[in-house]
């Protein structure tokens, strides 16, 4: 079943974000792939509306915040800095790293991910989208090889993961950063605090941003964590 494309057109149009060519029809044949492939691989656990709402506007909802903050990064390294490296670390179904990769065509992507048949899936919607700023990673997350300006989490695990999150951070240049696609204003800042005492995390989380994100078409509060490192 094909996704509703008015109903992202008009989504993507409430984000005020620029729209590269072609960009729009690209991200709804992705949506498509996803309604496809969904009973084989189980990749989201929405479809039709929820999954434009909730799953691929909500992946560009942070857009802005994220495209300064990775090209401050960038420019941080020098005039020989190259393009934003970002990494989506268990992208799943390719969530947020796809959406974005196709509105941010100028960056590189590594998605991460350990399962092979959700890789499997992301090999075909990277030749079908014809997405050449994309690379796929077989491993686990811990094992994410750098280095990287941004480091992106969505759907993923708690930060009280300490040992987890301590080895992601080695991934990251000098002065680069988490961003975390989260829900509650107050639980995300919740569970920043509780990383204080860390001896590695604690300073980053201390001083993290929360920033409220405005998804088109849901009430749901959302926002972006990012911890600098």
Not at 63 to 89: H, Q, S
Not at 125 to 153: H, M, W, Y
């Amino acid at each position: 079943m094909a996704i509703d494309r008015e109903l992202l057109s008009q989504g993507i149009a409430a984000l005020g974000i620029e729209v590269p060519d072609g960009a729009l029809e690209r991200l709804a044949r992705y949506g498509d792939e996803i309604e496809l492939w969904n009973p084989t691989y189980g990749l989201v656990s929405a479809e039709g509306r929820e999954l434009v709402v909730k799953h691929l506007l909500d992946s560009l909802a942070p857009l802005p915040t994220l495209k300064a903050l990775g090209e401050a990064i960038a420019a941080a390294r020098g005039p020989e800095a190259g393009p934003v490296r970002l990494a989506d670390v268990g992208t799943g179904a390719g969530l947020p790293g796809i959406p974005l990769s196709i509105f941010l065509p100028d960056w590189r992507f590594s998605l991460v991910d350990r399962m092979g048949k959700r890789l499997r899936f992301l090999e075909n919607e990277q030749a079908l989208l014809g997405l050449r700023n994309v690379e796929l990673v077989e491993s686990e997350a811990e094992r994410a090889k750098g280095p990287f300006d941004l480091v992106t989490f969505r759907a993923f695990r708690p930060f009280s993961e300490t040992k987890l999150f301590r080895a992601l951070s080695k991934t990251l240049v000098p002065g680069g950063a988490f961003a975390a696609w989260k829900g509650r204003l107050d639980s995300t800042r919740d569970e920043l605090a509780a990383l204080s005492a860390d001896a590695v995390l604690g300073a980053a989380a201390a001083a993290a941003e929360v920033v409220p994100v405005k998804v088109p078409f849901l009430d749901d509060e959302r926002c972006l964590a990012v911890l600098r490192f």
